[in-house]
């Protein structure tokens, strides 16, 4: 019963120590999002009027045949994915990587960005040309450099499209996995519908995708990575959360027990003596 006792009292001490880890971790996630959703959220309404003047500009242009805007058949898509370069995010990576299997498989080249999809797509049948690790917030130039060659390769028709597979954040509690194509641009239909304004651009017409739709990609990757980072803290913080609350489940669990066990052994002392005394009387008599 001793020995019962001591290897309950160690596991209530490793339970204590695992939940003091794991609390520890949900504080700093919930630091580290706060900052990165401020970045995020700053970010996201330069990505949405960027794009609303992209889509303004191809309302104004009738019929074009800009590369840009064209998809190339005879190619296949590069695929840009967003992961973490840390675990204990719970299943942030995982339903990634459930989309890349069941919505697009292994069909031409891939761009990892993150050590953890680095690392699990490396022994798989997927041909991936570049991988990017333990980026900064202040990532931009590293992710330009991605773009620019990922707008070459479309240009010089190597690839049909760019697509990008990243984690939408919809709130500190919900945030789902997503696929985007940011090449070639597509034309709203909603908002041709809706633009009733006649704006001039300058220079007019295809001219100005030459440099706006490298501009357009460019941010939108960023706006994108900036997004990825702030769901996989907000989806830490609540792994960190559950884990905490799982622990001190546990904890009590075991208290209980300790507190049977020595209540259990208080009375098969007790039982002891009184027996005891009960044979001593007996012999006297």
Known sequence: MAAGKLEIKARIRSVESTKKITKAMQLVATSKLKKQKLYMEENREYAYYLKETVQEILSSIEHSRHP??????????LTIVFTSDMGLCGGYNANIYRMLQNEIGNDGEFVMIGSRGANWIRNKN??????????????????????DEALEKYRN??????????????????????????????????????????????????????????????????SFFLETKTSEQASR?????????????????????????????????ITEIVGGVNAMEGANS
């Open 126 to 147: 997927f041909h991936v040309v570049r991988e990017e690790t333990d980026l900064e917030d202040e990532c931009y130039s590293e992710l330009v450099a991605i773009a």
């Open 68 to 77: 840009y805007l064209t998809k190339n058949e005879n190619a296949k898509p």
């Open 157 to 222: 028709k190597e690839i049909s499209e760019i697509r990008i597979v990243y984690t939408h954040f919809v709130n500190s509690v919900s945030f789902e996995p997503q696929i985007v194509t940011l090449l070639p641009v597509e034309k709203d239909a909603e908002h041709v519908k809706k633009s009733s304004a006649v704006t001039i651009f300058e220079p007019a017409g295809d001219q100005i995708l030459d440099n706006l739709v490298p501009m357009y990609v460019r941010s939108l990757l960023y």
């Open 237 to 269: 913080r609540m792994a960190m959360e559950s884990a905490t609350d799982n622990a001190e489940e546990i904890k009590e669990t075991l208290e209980l027990q300790f507190n049977q066990a020595r209540q259990a052994a208080i009375t098969q002392e």
